[in-house]
């Protein structure tokens, strides 16, 4: 069965315009497949809540969170930090530190 889309208020459509830090976050259903935008907009077994605005994804991902919430492995992670880029946001200065220097923190 196939995966359905996540959408949090009735009526609510995909973004059609330019991608701001204050939009939705289903904004992001553009440029984000399906997969990713669930296992982010659910954010299961995250110390954090769901992400509500296209800034929050950009704040978790410059605080290097997103690889906390479940089944968001290194592929939806990417695909994630591309979507972000695709929309025309500037996520240059806020790079988040390579995964093997995140393991080597914790």
């Not at 009735?10 to 830090?21: T, Y």
């Not at 296209?54 to 592929?75: C, P």
């Amino acid at each position: 069965m196939a995966e359905q889309v996540v959408i949090k208020q009735m009526g609510m459509i995909p973004h059609h315009g330019p991608v701001s830090p204050d939009c939705p976050v289903e904004c992001l259903l553009t440029v984000l497949s399906r997969m990713s935008f669930n296992r982010l907009t659910r954010a299961e077994h995250a110390p954090f809540p769901p992400p509500r605005t296209v800034g929050d994804v950009m704040d978790l991902y410059m605080r290097s969170q997103l690889r906390k919430i479940g089944g968001l492995g290194r592929r939806r992670f990417s695909e994630i930090e591309a979507a972000l880029v695709l929309a025309g946001l500037n996520i240059g200065r806020c790079q988040p530190p390579p995964a093997s220097e995140e393991r080597a923190a914790r």
